[in-house]
């Protein structure tokens, strides 16, 4: 049970259905080309017929300029590179001052702290000596000194005068945004040896002399003014300078390395990526602290320098891509399955109302094949008083003659196999006397054999005598034999009427000897005719042509009434009076299983 919930124990396969229809065929090939189409523009579009190979590289800048600014206790002061650059930030960056506190004259000693750093304090009992804070200037001394004229706070030890600024705004260096900035970029693409620099083979000293990176007149110069890259960005230059940031800038590499399309770029963009509200974060810009110490008399002294800036990092990213046939099969090998969304879109639209009701009968009954294991199998029934064959399930509690078909189906008869038996008919007729139609010979009523060989009758009267329990229930011709096997409990006809061994048809095309020697010679020129069960099964092999015609209906097995069976072996008996039975076989069956 488990097995069969879980569609554990069935495979499926593919099978192939051709439906002649222009509706569907034209359907079906502009669908293929509007898949075709698409395809061929993913593949154009993202050049997915290319090997790729990502970018290494490296980076060096520098920077340009002088500023003039004037501080409250320096004055005016020229800054030139040296002075607003600062300390190495890191690798691919640099960093441009643009505003700036100084505190001058600092010296080691004991000197009040200032606020909020510091603490508010009325006398000595309210500072902790040797105490030291995370945003302390310096050691407690455990003295309570004056601030300013209404404050106290605890004395420190530490550089003294305190710094105690805020930056100032406007910014002393708002002028930095009309430094420049040289980047240098050399890329590398290892997979195809290729080596390439931001400043191109065709740029000349000159050149570069005059030239200033502009998104649409000068796409290609290595050197930016730094105004122009912040507002890229989409940032206001002189807003940033106070409290600093972060500026990216990117330099993306596409690369097509194919001799007829080649080309390799560089492409130049700008974002800042530091958060810019003050509001919604801590801490907001960027800056850092350096002193530049002296000697005086004898007592050393420093001046400190807080710098707030912006910092600029250059990302480089690319790929190059060159032709690959092995990347271009591989590409056509997973698109093949695109093909398949016409197939589902038309099965779709056969199950729906777009067809009539019997093409989509059809058309599934074709699609769709159950097949069963060796406990399970399919039979084919014909019954006389219907046109139509029965296809049923083997079933091991229901005899065949009540068993419900699952399916309906018109027999297949080829024409030109008709042609045939009907030669073979005329043939075997012309080789022997014609035939004596007695009505009366195999009815039930007479219980006698038809008329026919005489010398054989007598041998063949025991087959023909109804035992004793009479005629099966599930009889409706009354000319059946009981048997216990449920798939041999079948009757030539569905209701109660005249049996088809009656038929003057059944005489001379199935039992008579001329024929059926004639029909066997027809498919084995040379066959030698020495026993009876050749002639039984070539009646066998006639009956089911006759009945159900060239093939069955999904390949069921073919199931010869009883009546016909016995009127056959009444024939042409088994000497030994043993007889098979029906075979049941998965595969798809032959005359040979019907060996009675």
């Not at 050197?223 to 330099?251: P, T, W, Y």
């Not at 066997?520 to 009956?543: C, I, N, S, W």
Request: proline letters at 5%; charged letters at 25%; one cysteine or more.
């Amino acid at each position: 049970m488990p097995c069969t919930l879980l569609n554990l124990c069935e495979y499926d396969t593919q099978k192939l259905v051709k439906i002649k229809s222009v509706r569907l065929g034209s359907l079906k090939w502009t669908l293929n080309g509007v898949i075709l189409m698409f395809i061929c523009i993913m593949m154009l579009w993202n050049k997915e017929y290319q090997e790729y190979d990502l970018v290494v590289s490296s980076v060096t800048t520098k920077v340009k300029g002088v500023a003039k600014i004037t501080t409250p206790d320096i004055g005016e002061v020229v800054w030139d590179v040296v002075d607003y650059s600062g300390p190495y930030q890191g690798r691919n960056s640099f960093f441009v001052t643009t505003n700036v506190i100084v505190t001058k004259n600092q010296k080691q000693g004991n000197c009040p702290e200032v606020l909020p750093h510091g603490k508010l304090c009325r006398t000595d009992k309210d500072c902790e000596k040797g105490f030291s804070g995370q945003h302390s200037h310096g050691v407690q001394t455990g003295a309570c000194v004056k601030l300013d004229v209404l404050k106290k706070t605890c004395e420190v030890t530490a550089w003294c005068p305190v710094e105690n600024k805020k930056n100032p705004r406007p910014a002393l260096l708002a002028s930095a945004e009309n430094f420049t900035v040289m980047i240098k970029n050399n890329i590398r693409f290892p997979a195809f040896n290729y080596i390439r620099r931001n400043i191109l083979p065709e740029m000349k000293d000159t050149d570069l002399k005059g030239c200033i990176y502009n998104r649409y007149k000068n796409p290609y110069c290595p050197i930016f003014r730094l105004g122009d890259i912040v507002s890229e960005a989409k940032e206001n230059f002189s807003e940033m300078a106070v409290e600093g940031g972060v500026i990216g800038i990117q330099i993306n590499w596409d690369c097509d390395l194919n001799h007829i399309f080649h080309s390799c770029l560089p492409k130049y963009s700008f974002r800042r990526l530091d958060e810019k509200e003050s509001n919604r974060t801590l801490y907001p810009g960027l800056n850092f602290r350096f002193a530049r110490y002296s000697t005086v008399n004898g007592v050393e002294q420093r001046t400190l320098f807080k710098m707030y800036g912006i910092r600029f990092d250059v990302m480089v990213f690319g790929k190059a891509g060159k032709f690959s046939i092995i990347q271009l099969i591989i590409y056509i090998g997973s698109t093949l399955s695109y093909y398949a969304l016409t197939t589902v879109f038309l099965d779709w639209l056969i199950g729906t109302g777009c067809y009539s009701k019997e093409a989509k009968q059809n058309y599934t009954e074709r699609k769709f094949e159950a097949i069963q294991d060796r406990e399970e199998c399919f039979l084919c029934v014909s019954f006389v008083d219907e046109d139509k064959l029965r296809v049923v399930k083997k079933s091991r509690r229901k005899r065949l003659q009540e068993t419900r078909p699952l399916s309906l189906h018109q027999p297949k008869n080829d024409l030109a196999s008709m042609k045939t038996l009907m030669s073979v008919l005329q043939c075997g007729q012309s080789r022997s006397e014609p035939v004596q139609n007695d009505k009366s010979g195999w009815l039930k009523e007479d219980k006698k054999l038809p008329r026919t060989n005489s010398s054989r009758q007598s041998s063949n009267t025991s087959l023909l005598e109804m035992p004793q329990s009479g005629c099966p229930a599930w009889c409706q011709c009354d000319c059946c034999w009981p048997t216990d096997s449920l798939q041999e409990q079948l009757c030539c006809r569905s209701r109660k009427g005249r049996c088809i061994t009656s038929s003057p048809l059944f005489s001379t095309l199935v039992v008579s000897r001329s024929v059926l020697e004639t029909a066997l010679f027809y498919v084995d020129p040379l066959a030698e005719l020495r026993e009876e069960a050749q002639l039984r099964h070539g009646a066998y092999a006639q009956f089911i042509r006759w009945r159900f015609g060239d093939s069955t209906p999904r390949d069921a097995i073919p199931v010869i009434p009883s009546c016909c069976i016995w009127r056959i072996r009444a024939e042409y008996p088994s000497p030994d009076g043993k007889y098979s039975g029906l075979r049941l076989y998965q595969a798809v069956p032959s005359q040979a299983d019907f060996n009675r």
